[in-house]
């Protein structure tokens, strides 16, 4: 058997030590995907609803698990995705989803273990290609599991089911009408705080670079000492938030004029009136995964949820409802024009972004994350 067909895509430059270290690093550290909507009262511009999608089972073998655990997000995001998902699947599966709280140190603690708690965690792409290429064994997706083919050809077999999602600029009408990144550090023709994550750090150090004129085929691998002289020129105008709920409340309370967040919460802030936000040099990561432990408890049951989820019916779902991209490209032909001006990586805005390398972005992350703990706090 070879090491692809085991689950691993070894790096000599990664080893054991080096995976435990970047589980210490990362840890209590906010990864940015199913945060997108969480917590917030409406998402794609409505509350909470949906009909449950009906995907094609037909391939599947008959399921004996009577439960699937993910270890995701919670919030209105996993109310949202139990609605219009894991309920239709319980119905076509007989296994039930079992909600659990997201944890990077516990699922790393997870890969070696002989009886994992977990079926699955909620991940961004970078995560599951860095543990991989640490060395770390995922399960394989089953032969009879739909492939995603926005997922990079390397890693279709291990990450399925998850969406796209990019960091986009917002603004309050108020400030007038700016057009990209470099307005964001003009604070004399667009006064007012700016509104910054404090620990969700995807996509900060980019924006920085390309508002410093870096081109975008240089962005990566990130220059962190350019990166935080950028930032450093606006540091005192910065508001930082420690959720997305609280940054959209800084610019409702007019603490702030601009923001830096999800593209979900721009939108949500433009549904209500007064906001605005752009496509514009969006950071965009391009697809995320739902990795299985090698030893999971539920196979059947795990690989069917991700088929499930990998369906175009069910991408499109998520898209419309959460605003969060497909990663299957027939999905965006279910998608109407508006809804497709929302989704951060529709054919349309996926020109107009930045979009993550995420072999690259795996390589450093865990530099990423703490370098960037450090700057705030200094």
Known sequence: MTQREEGTLPSAALTRRSLMQRAGSLAGFALAPGLLAACGEEIGGGALGGDPVDADTSR????????????????????????????????????????APWDYGKFVAML??????????????????????????????????????????????????????????GWSDEVGRPFGWKDLFDTRRFPGKRAFPRVIYAGTLELALLADGVPRDQVQPVDFERAFRKLDTIKDDLLFYDSYAQGQQFMIQNSASMIVTANSRTEQLKHQGGFDYTFEDAILYPWGAFPMPAKLPHRDAANALIDWMSAPVSQAAVARRLLLGPTVSTAFKSLSDEELAKTPNSPANRKRAFVIDTAKAAEQDADYAKRYSDWVAA
């Open 60 to 99: 599947w073998p008959k399921i004996t698990s009577e439960e699937v655990v993910v270890a995701g997000f919670g919030g209105l995001t996993y109310r949202t995705r139990h609605r219009i998902l894991f309920d239709g699947f319980t119905d076509a599966s007989g296994a039930t989803v079992v909600d």
């Open 112 to 169: 070696d273990s002989a009886n994992p708690e977990w079926d699955m965690i909620d991940f961004d792409g970078f995560s599951m290609v860095g543990l991989l290429d640490a060395g770390s064994k995922f399960a394989k997706l089953e032969p009879w599991v739909r492939r995603c083919d926005l997922v990079d050809e390397a890693y279709r077999d291990y990450a399925g089911g998850s969406y796209a999602y990019s960091v986009v600029l």
